[in-house]
DNA sequence: AATGAATGAGCCTTCATTCAT
DNA sequence: GATGAATGAAGGCTCATTCAT
């Protein structure tokens, strides 16, 4: 009987995304070559064409993949919360700690402004707001109970993220000395203030 | 006499500049070929090849001149005024402002990251740390008085422009209704309040 | 007891054949993948080397298959006559008839030069000429009575056949609009008075 | 004083179509790799892709180029006649000769339907129709006169040129012993009975 | 200053073929 | 018999850059 003690070599197709988003998160897409990925991999060209038909398509299911992973963890960790400040501070903390623990992920969707396809740009675009308005409905009942303020849609997004966002992007690129876990309280007291009606409440208030 | 005693920068020089940024911020540096932009600028490769050296040359004069008007009109903006709340609006809205009016400028500097060569990259990195201290000296005596708070250096960047370059990217991309200019107090609302000791203070006191 | 003691050709044989037959007339061998025999066949790679050892397999046993159909059908057709215009006549009918009733074959075999390989090349050739020798055979009586004209072998071909080939090839691209059966009675009428010792006799005299 | 007297190298632009069309008369446009150009023609490959922007761009400036020398010489020979039989004996025996004298010109534009893209194939059309009705108007007196006859227009090429066209291809291909010049009168008179109204009429009628 | 022909390394992709299951 | 993952050589084409004029 053969137990396979010995766990098999990751499938191909893992072993080629895994091996991409290194390379993509180094060097970007456009600077990446399939000879690259082929190297990092162990896998030879036709193998990669054979399973994702070409470069863009290794971008797409590595961005989607990462995406997916983020958004999970972003929306997972806000419903942990029954506060709207502690959801805010939760969220930033979920993102802060994605960033850190997946920094190639994070520089692969954050870093660059990568050009995936126009045709999966779609694709994302839905995809995220379709995210967007589940980490909304977590929100809902903080808004209705006028903790949390009603602003034009497209500005919650910069408002809850934009400077963890922007402190992110200096990090990832390496050059910030000042560690991500002691910037966590900062980037959530910032976000809180920004969209809390009141923003010396702690956002107790409707419990 | 000429009637201009200051020789006019020569025509095609500039005439590549534009064609350049044109280019650049619709496809980014790396998707842009020479051609590309001969194409663009009426000009021969020869000819670009003569007034910049390479293309990274052409880059590096954009990006720098670019840089330089942006944060100049960012901290002219923030010494015209002489109150923190002020000053910090101020700052939002020639942020928002100069995107608005200089769109492809803008796409070139912030909605990608353009990777300049890596000797330019340094060059540009101590140049806006530069620019920043400029810029801090002006707040310098808010802080003295303890209205705004005293922080981590790494991230007065983020709060103070954190939600402006996330809304900006993505009004930059074309995929924002919202119109700049009526989001400008939101932002500088935003700002204030992540930077302010006490957000509901309008900046005034100390003065 | 089965009911077709003949075993049938394996569906999945003939479905390859078939398919490629389609694909090769449409694109010609050489820009043919394999890849889009197996979408036309819906075999899989495997199945298709298994059955052929390689595409030149498939090639070759294509042409031969259909060559020997062309050629039996003509030779078939002018021994069912006992006259020599006749003869001609339902030479350049079955010619047409083939092409119209089987037009992607045709198209294989004669609108473009295949490159089958050099070796079946061979084969070919000497297969051609048997069967010419063969038709040849069939009119010799009306070579011996004068009807027909001695000429140097290698212009039998061309006389015969050629003008029918050129109409055939137009035809079969498709920028014809002249319907194939009307063009019969012409076509015939120049092999014979090329053919023809008298052009003006029927072919009547010698029987 | 430089006076040039060794006569300057052909320029790369001529250099390149003669090698392509030595390359692809012997092994088709298909299987022509740019390589195999640049080896030949000592150009590099950018030079090729200078010139002609790709490969289409190459084998179709040659097939433009020598389809009017072609039609030109068949046309040119046809005027020189003035009687419709020694027309046609001068249209064959141009046909011949210009194959005979470009063997791999002919070879290019007759022995394989050579895959030239489908917007030249249009242009291409369009040039022989042109063409072949420049040459209609040469033969229209004898029309006219009754001395040839009034047939579908598609069928005139096939008539007139088909049994050529076989046998030239079939002497392109190599596998042809008979000497062209030999069977230039017999191509001709086949030409002759297939149009003329009497084809034991010399065609002198009508003069 | 300006032009554009020439260069050749390098990239993405295709494809026939093999082989373990 | 059938499947499809894997391979790697080869091909078309792009592009930054040089250089003679």
Redesign the interface.
């Known amino acids: 009987m053969r137990t396979t003690s010995i766990v098999p070599p990751p499938p191909r197709k893992s072993a080629i995304l895994t091996a991409a988003l290194a390379v993509f998160a180094e060097k970007?897409i456009?600077?990446t070559s399939i000879e690259d990925i082929c190297r990092e991999s162990q896998a030879s060209v036709g193998s990669i064409y054979h399973h994702f038909g070409n470069k863009e398509g290794i971008a797409a299911a590595l961005f989607m993949q990462h995406l997916d992973e983020y958004w999970t963890e972003l929306i997972t960790s806000a419903k942990s919360q029954s506060n709207a400040q502690r959801m805010i501070h939760a969220m930033l903390s979920a993102h802060i700690g994605w960033i850190t623990s997946q920094p190639d992920a994070a520089r692969y969707l954050f870093?660059?402004?990568q050009?995936v396809s126009a045709a999966h740009e779609q694709a994302i675009?839905e995809y995220t707001l379709s995210r967007f308005r589940e980490l909304f409905d977590v929100l809902k009942p903080w808004f209705k109970a006028g903790v949390l303020r009603r602003?034009?849609a497209?500005?919650y997004?910069?408002?809850l993220?934009?400077?963890?966002?922007?402190?992110a992007?200096?990090w990832l690129r390496g050059?910030?000395?000042?560690e991500p876990r002691?910037?966590i309280d900062?980037?959530a007291?910032?976000a809180w203030?920004?969209l809390a009606t009141d923003?010396?409440q702690s956002g107790n208030r409707g419990s």
Chains 1, 2, 3, 4 share one sequence.
């Open positions: 970007g456009e600077s870093s660059r402004r050009v675009r602003l034009p497209e500005l997004g910069p408002l993220m934009g400077p963890a966002q922007e402190y992007r200096e050059c910030v000395k000042l002691k910037v900062e980037l007291l910032a203030r920004s923003p010396n």
